[in-house]
């Protein structure tokens, strides 16, 4: 039989609103933590990186063709040690890396030439060194034996006198000679000199013809001058009062010594006249 199903009228809405699905939230994820080994490796990294970079640095700079020696620059250099030396006595380091040159090799070479006092170098990146030099100033001429050199200030000999015309192109120069009789001390070259301004002070024309000063002691000399026939005995500090007072007995000493060996200055209330030794007369014979 058939029949027939009857719906009924259909469901009004609910008026509080929908109900949504309800899903149950799962667990949340774990987090991962991260490798011990991986946190040393990013400062480790970073420090190979501060240290590769000068490394690197370093090493271009010690090798880079930029950084050659190729320029040398010369202050100072007079006549004695002119610049063109300057310039070859540093040659054999030209090319040679600037950053690694040895400042003190450089001026060992230098000081190679007995004229150089002092020098000052300095590197100037990326090839040039400048270099400044002082020379020795010869104020005498040392006389010992039979040899005579320049001397500085200190009375130390600087290089050899090696012909007569440059010993009397010296002299022309107004270098004196002196001559130690003990061996040299400290201020003796410095006094000798010193002994040689009073006189001029005193006498020009005595002080300009003088020849050779020998230094006797601390305070003692012995003047040569082409002036007088005969040198001057004379104590630091008492040239010029005892000049003066020579000069006027000057003419009855001539007239009383008519050969006068040396005259001795260094006494307080005396002069002492040293007559010449009669010379010798030549040739043969019971006679002489």
């Known amino acids: 039989m058939n029949g027939t199903v009857l719906h009924g009228p259909p469901a009004a809405p609910d008026s509080r609103g929908r109900v949504l699905d309800f899903r ?38 010690l090798t880079a063709p930029r950084f050659q020696l190729r320029d040398v620059e010369v202050k100072g250099g007079e006549r004695r040690v002119p610049a063109d030396w300057v310039v070859q006595a540093l040659a054999p380091l030209q090319g040679e890396n600037l950053v690694r040159l040895s400042l003190g090799e450089a001026a060992e070479r230098l000081h190679a030439n007995p004229w150089v006092a002092t020098v000052e170098i300095e590197k100037e990146l990326p090839d040039r060194l400048k270099v400044e030099v002082a020379e020795r100033r010869p104020i005498a001429l040392l006389l010992s034996g039979s040899s005579l050199a320049y001397a500085d200030e200190a009375g130390r000999p600087i290089v050899p006198v090696r012909s007569a015309g440059e010993r009397e192109e010296a002299r022309r120069a107004g270098l004196l000679e002196v001559t130690f009789v003990h061996p040299p001390h400290a201020g003796g070259m410095a006094a000798a000199l010193e002994v040689a301004g009073d006189l001029g002070r005193v006498e020009p024309d005595w002080a300009a013809k003088l020849s050779r000063i020998e230094v006797l002691g601390e305070e003692d000399f012995r003047l040569h001058t082409d002036a007088l026939p005969f040198p001057l005995l004379v104590t630091k500090g008492q040239v010029k009062e005892k000049a003066r007072l020579f000069k006027k007995l000057l003419p009855e000493l001539a007239r009383r010594y008519p050969r006068i060996g040396a005259v001795d200055l ?23």
Not at 36 to 56: D, N, R
Not at 267 to 286: D, H, K, L, N, T
């Open 24 to 61: 149950r939230r799962g667990a949340p994820p774990r987090r991962k933590r991260p490798s011990l080994l991986l946190e040393l490796a990013k400062p480790l990294a970073a420090a190979l990186g501060l240290v590769a970079l000068p490394v690197g640095l370093s090493a271009w700079v």
């Open 266 to 288: 260094r006494f307080s209330r005396r002069i002492v006249v040293q007559p010449a030794p009669e010379p010798r007369p030549q040739g043969g014979g019971a006679g002489a």
